[in-house]
Nanobody, 120 residues
Framework: QVSLVEAGGGVVQAGGSLRLSCAAS????????MGWYRQAPGKQRELVAE???????NYADSVKDRFTISRDNGKNTVYLQMNSLKAEDTAVYYC??????????????WGQGTQVTVSS
């Protein structure tokens, strides 16, 4: 069974920065995708950024040039560096990962979420 542990949320003033981390653990043979989603009150959960096994990345238009996703393959960890934060970035941020466990069993899991609050 694969689990994700997130860290790094908090309260920051507009224009500030935060870095989120998400560590995957379990019987992982291959990670295909690790990414970050967010959900603001009254809104649907949306993709923020993701990084694929080959290293390619995808970003929501609203965070391009402000957020950077990166990973440490040796630690099965993904990071989200968030700069120039805006009030509209306030949300619960969720890590998501999919891939293959030992014995070829696929997995697709979410983290518990971490709150990011940007005060204006």
């Amino acid at each position: 069974q694969v689990s994700l542990v997130e860290a790094g949320g908090g309260v920051v003033q507009a224009g500030g920065s935060l870095r989120l981390s998400c560590a995957a653990s379990g019987r992982i043979r291959r990670i295909n995708v690790m990414g970050w989603y967010r959900q603001a009150p009254g809104k649907q959960r949306e993709l923020v950024a993701e990084i694929l096994s080959g290293g390619s990345t995808n970003y929501a238009d609203s965070v391009k040039d402000r957020f950077t996703i990166s990973r440490d393959n040796g630690k099965n960890t993904v990071y989200l560096q968030m700069n120039s934060l805006k009030a509209e970035d306030t949300a619960v941020y969720y890590c998501k990962s999919s891939g293959i466990q030992h014995f070829g069993v696929p997995y697709d899991v979410w983290g518990q979420g971490t709150q990011v609050t940007v005060s204006s």
